[in-house]
C-alpha cells in the first residue's frame, strides 16, 4: 500500500518578471502559484504518490484557480480551509551571471498568517497520513501559523506519523517579534527527518560547527565531507528525535551557473552524493523543494538511505531546467539521470 503524505504550508500567487528581466522593466508579469509545501506536494503527486496539500485560502478567484491548479497535478486538496482575506503574494526578478535573484513578499494578513490554532481539524485530516511535511516558512509568517504548525505536529506524534520539515530559514519572514530559533528549535524536536542547507543549521537553529581544515564550504566543487559530516552528527546530538539530516549543498558559482550535490546522515553512517554541475540554470526557486520532495518518495519507498538522497539530488537536478515553482518531472525522468544520461538529446 502507497504512504499517504500530507503537506501544510501557504501557497501564493507568484508575479515574476519576464525572462531575466527587471522588475517592471516591460509592464508585465507572470503569474503561476508556488510555495515550499505545495510545490512538494506536486513532486509527490507527479511521482504517483497519493498527497494532501493543506493551507488556508480566501473565497475568491484567484484561490479558486490555485486550487484547481493543484488538483491538475494529482494533488487532493479537499482540506484546504476557506476563510480570511488575501492570499499571499512573491515577486520574483530571476538574476542572471553575477547579478542575483530578488524575491519581494506581499503576505502580511494573509488567510493563513491569520488563521487559529483551533480552525483546522487534525485529527481527521491526518487520520489516513503516513507522513506530514512541513517547512521553517509557514511559522515565520506569524505567531497564530507558527501555533497552527505545533498544533499539528503534537497530533501527528500523537498517531505514529513520520515527520520531515525543511527548515527553510527566511530572514525577511521573522518579523513578529519570535527569533527563528525560539520557534523552530520547539518545532524540530517534533521532527523525524530533517533537511535544510548549512545556513538553515545556523540561522534557523543555532546549530554550527567550527572549520574543519581549511574551509567550510565547498571549493572547486569539491565537498569539505568532515565538516558536513561534524554538522550532521551535530544536529543529531542536538535534537536526538532526529533519525536522518539531509543536507543540500549549493556552490554559486554565478546566478546561471550551480554545483549541486548533498549528504544525509541516519546515525549510522554518512552519504554523499554524486555532484552535478548545472550551467545555463532555467529557474532554481524550488530546488529545495524539488530535492525534499525526491527524498520523502525514495524513503516512503524504502529505497535504502544512500539511493533515496541520489533520488532526491537527481529530482532536484532536474528542477533546475523547469520554469515556474513546481518540478513537472517524472519518477522514470529521474531514475534515467540517476543512471547517468545527462546529455539532454531528444528522448525520441
Same mark, same amino acid.
Request: net charge negative; aromatic share 8%.
Given at each position: 500500500?502507497?504512504?499517504?503524505?500530507? $503537506?501544510?504550508?501557504?501557497?501564493? %500567487?507568484?508575479?515574476?518578471?519576464?525572462? $531575466?528581466?527587471?522588475?517592471?522593466? !516591460?509592464?508585465? %508579469?507572470?503569474?503561476?502559484?508556488?510555495?515550499?509545501?505545495?510545490?512538494?506536494?506536486?513532486?509527490?503527486?507527479?511521482?504517483?504518490?497519493?498527497?494532501?496539500?493543506?493551507?488556508?485560502?480566501?473565497?475568491n478567484l484567484?484561490?479558486?484557480?490555485?486550487?484547481?491548479? %493543484?488538483?491538475?497535478?494529482?494533488?487532493?486538496?479537499?482540506?484546504? %480551509?476557506?476563510?480570511?482575506?488575501?492570499?499571499?503574494? =512573491?515577486?520574483?526578478?530571476?538574476?542572471?551571471?553575477?547579478?542575483?535573484?530578488?524575491?519581494?513578499?506581499?503576505?502580511?494578513?494573509?488567510?493563513?498568517?491569520?488563521?487559529?490554532?483551533?480552525?483546522?481539524?487534525?485529527?481527521?485530516?491526518?487520520?489516513?497520513?503516513?507522513?506530514?511535511?512541513?517547512?521553517?516558512?509557514?511559522?515565520?509568517?506569524?505567531? !497564530?501559523?507558527?501555533?497552527?504548525?505545533?498544533?499539528?505536529?503534537?497530533?501527528?506524534?500523537?498517531?505514529?506519523?513520520?515527520?520531515?520539515?525543511?527548515?527553510? =530559514?527566511?530572514?525577511?519572514?521573522?518579523?513578529?517579534?519570535? #527569533?527563528?530559533?525560539?520557534?523552530?528549535?520547539?518545532?524540530?524536536r517534533l521532527?523525524?527527518?530533517?533537511?535544510?542547507?548549512?545556513?538553515?543549521?545556523?540561522?534557523?537553529?543555532?546549530?554550527?560547527?567550527?572549520?574543519?581544515?581549511?574551509?567550510?564550504?565547498?571549493?572547486?566543487?569539491?565537498?569539505?565531507?568532515?565538516?558536513?559530516?561534524?554538522?550532521?552528527?551535530?544536529?543529531?546530538? $542536538?535534537?536526538?528525535?532526529?533519525?536522518?539530516?539531509?543536507? $543540500?549543498?549549493?556552490?554559486?558559482? #554565478?546566478?546561471?551557473?550551480?554545483?549541486?550535490?548533498?549528504?544525509? =546522515?541516519?546515525?549510522?553512517?554518512?552519504?554523499?552524493?554524486?555532484?552535478?554541475?548545472? #550551467?545555463?540554470?532555467?529557474?532554481?526557486?524550488?530546488?529545495?523543494?524539488?530535492?525534499?520532495?525526491?527524498?520523502? =518518495?525514495?524513503?516512503?519507498?524504502?529505497?535504502?538511505?544512500?539511493?533515496?538522497?541520489?533520488?532526491?539530488?537527481?529530482?532536484?537536478?532536474?528542477?533546475?531546467s523547469i520554469?515556474?515553482?513546481?518540478?513537472?518531472? #517524472?519518477?522514470?525522468?529521474?531514475?534515467?539521470?540517476?543512471?547517468?544520461?545527462?546529455?539532454?538529446?531528444?528522448?525520441?
Amino acid at each position: 500500500m502507497m504512504k499517504h503524505v500530507v $503537506t501544510f504550508g501557504e501557497i501564493m %500567487l507568484r508575479l515574476k518578471a519576464p525572462g $531575466t528581466e527587471r522588475f517592471f522593466q !516591460s509592464p508585465m %508579469l507572470e503569474a503561476t502559484f508556488g510555495g515550499g509545501e505545495a510545490n512538494v506536494a506536486v513532486s509527490l503527486a507527479n511521482f504517483g504518490l497519493p498527497v494532501s496539500f493543506v493551507t488556508i485560502l480566501p473565497k475568491n478567484l484567484v484561490a479558486d484557480a490555485c486550487i484547481a491548479e %493543484l488538483r491538475r497535478f494529482g494533488v487532493d486538496t479537499a482540506e484546504i %480551509l476557506r476563510q480570511g482575506s488575501r492570499m499571499g503574494i =512573491y515577486f520574483l526578478e530571476a538574476g542572471a551571471n553575477q547579478r542575483p535573484s530578488v524575491v519581494v513578499y506581499d503576505r502580511a494578513e494573509s488567510s493563513i498568517a491569520t488563521a487559529e490554532p483551533g480552525n483546522l481539524d487534525w485529527e481527521r485530516i491526518l487520520a489516513d497520513a503516513d507522513w506530514f511535511h512541513l517547512t521553517g516558512i509557514t511559522p515565520a509568517i506569524s505567531q !497564530s501559523a507558527a501555533d497552527l504548525c505545533l498544533e499539528a505536529l503534537h497530533v501527528a506524534r500523537a498517531h505514529g506519523i513520520t515527520i520531515s520539515c525543511d527548515y527553510n =530559514y527566511r530572514k525577511n519572514l521573522w518579523k513578529y517579534g519570535k #527569533s527563528a530559533q525560539s520557534v523552530m528549535t520547539e518545532i524540530v524536536r517534533l521532527v523525524d527527518v530533517g533537511i535544510a542547507n548549512e545556513e538553515d543549521c545556523q540561522k534557523a537553529l543555532g546549530v554550527e560547527v567550527e572549520a574543519v581544515g581549511s574551509s567550510q564550504s565547498i571549493e572547486g566543487g569539491h565537498l569539505d565531507r568532515a565538516h558536513y559530516e561534524a554538522l550532521c552528527k551535530k544536529m543529531l546530538e $542536538t535534537f536526538p528525535n532526529l533519525k536522518i539530516q539531509a543536507i $543540500t549543498l549549493r556552490e554559486s558559482i #554565478s546566478a546561471d551557473h550551480n554545483g549541486w550535490s548533498a549528504c544525509l =546522515y541516519n546515525g549510522k553512517e554518512f552519504y554523499v552524493s554524486r555532484r552535478y554541475d548545472i #550551467s545555463d540554470i532555467v529557474d532554481r526557486v524550488g530546488g529545495g523543494d524539488a530535492f525534499a520532495g525526491g527524498l520523502i =518518495y525514495g524513503l516512503t519507498k524504502n529505497m535504502p538511505d544512500s539511493d533515496a538522497l541520489e533520488f532526491a539530488v537527481a529530482a532536484s537536478c532536474l528542477k533546475h531546467s523547469i520554469a515556474g515553482d513546481f518540478n513537472r518531472i #517524472s519518477v522514470t525522468e529521474v531514475e534515467r539521470l540517476m543512471k547517468g544520461d545527462a546529455s539532454g538529446r531528444v528522448q525520441r
